[in-house]
């Protein structure tokens, strides 16, 4: 069983960044895949970007460019980096472990953390 913590979050400006962490517990993060998602009230949870156990990594179309997801090990932990962030940015951000590829399916990932709230506004 795997527990996830995000931690980060906040009230940023358009233009500031953030970096979101998860740290992983209660399993060996090293083979799992994990994913960050996002979800605003009202909206569907959001795919934003993966890692997969041997690093390579995928983004949604929105976050192309501006995100960079990564992990470290050793610390049993993953990042989301959040670079140039704007108000459509804002939402409930979720990290989530699979022990498989990686997906861009919410349903597809079987360990999720309780959220951080990241707000963009000025």
């Known amino acids: 069983q795997v527990q996830l913590v995000e931690s980060g979050g906040g009230l940023v400006q358009p233009g500031d960044s953030l970096r979101l962490s998860c740290a992983a517990s209660?399993?060996?993060?090293?083979?799992?895949?994990m994913g960050w998602f996002r979800q605003s009230p009202g909206d569907q949870r959001e795919f934003v970007a993966a890692i997969s156990a041997r690093g390579a990594t995928n983004y949604g179309n929105s976050v192309t460019g501006r995100f960079t997801i990564s992990r470290d090990n050793a610390r049993n932990t993953g990042y989301l980096q959040m670079n140039s962030l704007k108000p459509e940015d804002t939402g409930v951000y979720y990290c989530?472990?699979?022990?498989?590829?990686?997906?861009?399916?919410?349903?597809?990932?079987?360990?999720w953390g309780q959220g951080t709230q990241v707000t963009v506004s000025s």
């Open positions: 989530a472990a699979r022990y498989s590829f990686t997906s861009i399916a919410s349903q597809d990932y079987d360990y």
């Open positions: 209660g399993g060996m993060f090293s083979r799992y895949a």
